[in-house]
């Protein structure tokens, strides 16, 4: 029957998943609602612990979940992107083949990125992959076509990780995610799958093509069992690996042989027969010796043990055909039907993804940095127009128009400035502009301790992490501060420089605020008040009906068409829409990036070309139109020259309707200043969460990684004490036994023809000396075996022969133990290179003790209770002294 080794699977810890990715879609997603997505990430954090439970299953429903599993954490890849910087989650991950041994190497590896999620997850449905195809029947086709289909797949993931391992792991992988590691898994699941279509094809297809088959198998066994014998890596494998292996490629070389033989008997080479029938005689043998339990290919080695019998007997008798030498037979051919499957882009046939809602984060880059390019053109035009709005509005008041056409006829406040006025009153008056003026500073004071605060946490997490590099030094692993912060401190200082342009611009709205304030503060009083503030006109209403007055009248009409097109425009390039989701998607879906430029620059031509033709017309025909009104206002200004009250009433008419421009530019100014202050504050609080999250990671990897350096540390000897002085050393008290008596000799006593070289004090070859108590030993004492020191390395020092000395009590003579006899005994002694087989046996051999005889001591005294005599075993465990069979205490 086939047997497959199935590799072992890497074992992980729970994590919580939730909190960073709410956190990371609520920081970086500024128009989801990290509500809507809380069904979305309990699936995903369900999922991966089903992945844990499941993968014990050797089913491939079980695999079925790792492939969905794998599939999400691929389609996240660019929408929730797990790593030390962004959504900062520790997976945990031990290594596969880990004994729990100290000298194992590294048996845990925790990094907080998805690409190392994936990896150890591609290794897991690898590795359950060989766990199904093991557990598969394989005395039928269909188990033997699954078996196959499985390994070669999992070749295919190794082979993947073997290439891919290194640049995802930022540290050292552990032994199972070595690139040596994942080539000998390559290697060994290939020559499986191999194996499972030879066997198939052992069944169905011609001699000539099994052979190719099972000499490929062979080889492929060969080249596995190279790649696991690395110094490195011997000890990686369980047990029974590296055998099993070395049997397979030995079994299925003498396979190939033992078909090469049938093909050569079809074809009457009855001599080629016989020879490829012994070569496979003796690979078969080759291959029970390297497995040894695991040999399972006994009923083959029967098989080719009968056709070789068969093949003699008949060449003997009828054919009488030279065998030729094995050397000089031709090679074998070779049939590699097995290769390694690519790993496919989804595993899953029915995978949903749980985030579609999000779009990928290069997407969504590419989105803010159009919104920037879009907004950057439209607040360019918009302020062109602004612009030229404020000079033709400085150039007209200056001029005094419109409200000196209106004032031509007597002394009351002209109807443009009253209704200028009451405008100014709907808004607020001055009071609402000091509101808005006093609320900016304590924003911006808002804003830039947020800012500090972020730059704090950030200065003081580098600076812990660089003295901890410095008092650790090498053993100091994770990847240092400065490179995970980079992004954040670059946000920040992207936020800094905005808020430092803010605080100018800031400054100028004060400046302005001053210029105007009076004037404004005017213009928000009652109409009775505006009208005592003003002076006298005078006599001027022989001016009314003036020809140029009338001219005027008509220009300030095209101002005001002129202002009304502008708002229009101004309103269009504000509300002008895109559709570029789609677009970047599409984009990154077919070269796998996009190329935001192009894209975008292409489509704010199409889309603003026209709105920036209407800009360019209405600031030309504003300079033809200030150009005629200064001419025909020099004309009417010559025919108020005469009127010296009227000249200082024109004056303040001027001011008040600077005023009134000063008060709506402010107003615009201060509300879209206090608006960017309250959309910079959740910005700002986004990035100190991110921050606070990262500095909280790091400080708990932190402590972990302490934690482990102080095991270490704990763990490392300090070197062998110093030697103690001689006048420190206790004196020996110890009193010498006294000497050992001589052996008696007993004539009387039958003898079995004894070996000469085993002493008659000797109850077995190798026992020590007959015990006290026996006839001519002294009485019997209790003794008990010597484990001091010095004694051991006395009794090692009257070795002589091939005896070891017996360890006594009594002073150390020279006696040695004999010679163990060669007859009866096998080559393998467990101490020696194999078990002695004597026999019944002895103490821990199969056989046990020779019958009726009790078990001979394995260790010194006491001795078993004195019974009665009984018959001597046979040889080798004869009474060579005619003993008594005693037991002695």
Known sequence: MATFLAVPLKQTYEVDVVKPFRNFIQNTFSTANPDEYNTAISEFQKLRNLTITKSVDKHESALDVLYRYYDQLT?????????????????????AFDK????????????????????????????????????????????????AKYLQQAAGIFGHLKDTSLSICSQDPTPDLTPDTLNALTSLMLAQGQEAIYRKAATSMKEAMVVKIAYQCSDLYADAMKLMQLPSLKDLWPREWLPTVAMKQAAFHSMAEFYQSVVAQKSKCYGEQIARLKHAKELMAAASTRGGISFNFKNEQGKIQRELEAAQKDNDFIYHDKVPDVKTLPALGKAAVAKPLPVPEKFSTSFVDLFEKIVPIPVYDAMNVFEGRKSQITNMEIGRLREQTTLMNGVLASLNLPAALEDVGGDRVPQSLLDKGQQIKDMG?????????????????????????????LDEEEQSDTQLKEQFKERWTRTPSSSLTKPMREESAKYKNILDTAIGADRIVQDKYSSHKNAMELLSKPTHEIEKSLPSAGSGGQLAGNPVVQDLKKMMEEVEGLKAEREVIENELKETKFDMAGKFMAALSADGLVNEEALSNQELDT?????????????????????????????FCQTKASNQSGAQREAMLKDLAAGYDGFMELKGNLEEGTKFYNDLTPLLLRLQNKIS?????????????????????????????????????????????????????????????????????????????APPGAPGQPPAQNYVKSTSSTESSSSSSNTSGAGQPWSSPYPQQNYTMPAMPSAGYSSYNPYMGGYPQVPGGYPGAPGGAPPGQPPYPTQGYPYPQQQQQQQPPPYPYQNPGGYPQQQWR
């Not at 709105?611 to 209405?618: F, I, M, T």
């Not at 001589?742 to 009387?748: A, E, L």
Request: contains cysteine.
């Open 429 to 457: 008056g001055a009071s609402y502009i000091q509101k808005l003026m006093a609320e900016l500073p304590e924003l911006l004071t808002r804003n830039k301790e947020i800012l500090d605060e972020c730059i704090r946490m």
């Open 75 to 95: 389609a996240i890849e660019n929408k929730l992107p797990v790593a030390e910087n962004q959504i900062r989650v520790q997976f945990k991950w031990r290594d």
């Open 100 to 147: 729990d041994s100290l000298f194992s190497g590294k048996n845990t590896l925790a990094i907080a990125s998805g690409a190392y999620e994936k990896v150890c997850l591609i290794f897991n449905i690898g590795a359950l992959m060989s766990q199904i195809a093991e557990v598969q029947n394989h005395e039928s086709d269909e188990g033997l076509k699954t078996s």
């Open 693 to 769: 999250d990262f500095c909280f990671a790091r400080k708990t990897e932190k402590d972990e990684l302490m934690a482990d350096l102080q095991k270490t540390i704990a763990r490392q000897p300090t070197g062998p004490p110093p030697s103690q002085p001689s006048y420190q050393q206790p004196q020996s008290t110890r009193t010498e036994p006294p000497a050992r008596p001589p052996p008696p000799n007993f004539s009387s006593a039958p003898t079995q023809n004894p070996p000469s070289s085993v002493p008659s004090s000797a109850p077995y070859p190798g026992a020590p000396s």
């Open 607 to 635: 889309v603003f070309g026209p709105l920036r033709e209407q800009v360019v017309d209405s600031c030309q025909r504003q300079d033809m139109l200030l150009a005629k009104i200064q001419n025909t206002n020099t004309q």
